[in-house]
């Protein structure tokens, strides 16, 4: 069983080649403007999870996933010529919500300051 550093290093590099196929690769305009927020990857090698996010938002998700699991045999062919591993995992996509919730988050603080610097009381 690999190491939690080895299984990081393995994640990582998934990342980063799907993210260049996505860019150069897969012509799939459904997958336009997407990016990968994270992979994880099970201690076994069986199952690599994808979150994926796009800059349009929630709007997008399933039409995006429906790209993905559509192409997910070319990607995971692709990376398996890539990426050297015994057995190459499944992938999985799922949708990230973590960018939205980000921004909402962001939003509500902006109101926040604005707020306080209004109720503010100025000194004469």
Do not use: C
């Not at 994640?11 to 996505?22: G, H, K, P, T």
């Not at 949708?95 to 004469?124: F, M, V, Y």
């Amino acid at each position: 069983m690999p190491s939690k550093l080895r299984i990081q290093r393995i994640a990582d590099r998934l990342q980063q080649e799907l993210s260049v196929m996505l860019i150069n690769q897969v012509g799939d305009p459904r997958l336009n403007g997407i990016f990968i927020t994270d992979v994880k990857i099970d201690r076994e090698l069986a199952f690599a999870d994808v979150y994926v996010s796009a800059v349009e938002g929630q709007s997008r998700s399933s039409e995006v996933l429906q790209g993905l699991e559509h192409a997910s045999g070319f990607l995971r062919t692709e990376l398996a010529h890539r990426v050297e591993l015994r057995s190459f995992p499944r992938l999985r996509f799922h949708w990230d919500s973590t960018p939205e919730r980000a921004d909402h988050i962001e939003q509500i603080l902006a109101s926040l300051r604005q707020d306080t610097s209004k109720n503010k009381p100025k000194n004469e």
